[in-house]
């Protein structure tokens, strides 16, 4: 049963990140994005029910409803959804961002997750080949910011 719960936010989680992206201004929700980048340094305690939960469970399931929800499910928006999951069970979860040009010199951008001091939702390999962003903050205020690595 509560995997289902699990499998229950996470589609919801992805409806309202699909929504809040797509058709909300991004001053809007720009702050629930920055907050996610900041590193945390306790993390809630797990409630009791969560305790067989695992992380890795977590960001499983959300997974298996990403792949089958009927909106888009980017990285960002796979992000957001996991760090809510991860966070209201007590895991230390942040968010990076990082960038990379493409041959034809188009700029990507790409988003994973460290649970723990550990990559949970991407490939070592995928996020290897992204640069990554400094301070997060200063970037989405357009402002110069460095890039970790550079």
């Known amino acids: 049963m509560h995997k289902l719960w699990v499998l229950y936010l996470a ?8 929504v809040l992206v797509r058709f909300v201004p991004f001053a809007y929700w720009r702050k629930r994005l920055l907050t996610r980048c900041l590193p945390h340094g306790i993390a809630m305690p797990k409630l009791d029910f969560t305790a067989k939960m695992s992380a890795r469970s977590l960001i499983d399931l959300s997974e298996k409803v990403a792949r089958h929800h009927p909106t888009h499910v980017n990285c960002l928006r796979r992000c957001m959804v996991q760090y809510e999951l991860l966070s209201r069970y007590g ?6 961002i990082g960038v990379r040009f493409t041959p034809d010199e188009i700029l990507q951008a790409h988003s994973w997750l460290l649970c723990e ?11 290897s080949t992204y640069t990554q962003i400094a301070d997060v903050g ?13």
């Not at 589609?11 to 699909?18: L, M, N, T, V």
């Not at 895991?91 to 990076?96: I, K, M, N």
């Not at 001091?117 to 996020?127: C, H, T």
């Not at 200063?138 to 550079?150: D, I």
């Open 91 to 96: 895991y230390p979860v942040q968010l990076y």
């Open 138 to 150: 200063k970037f989405f205020a357009g402002r110069s910011v460095g890039m970790m690595g550079s």
């Open 11 to 18: 589609f919801w989680g992805f409806a309202k990140w699909y």
């Open 117 to 127: 001091g550990l990559l949970i939702n991407d490939s070592p390999e995928i996020v």
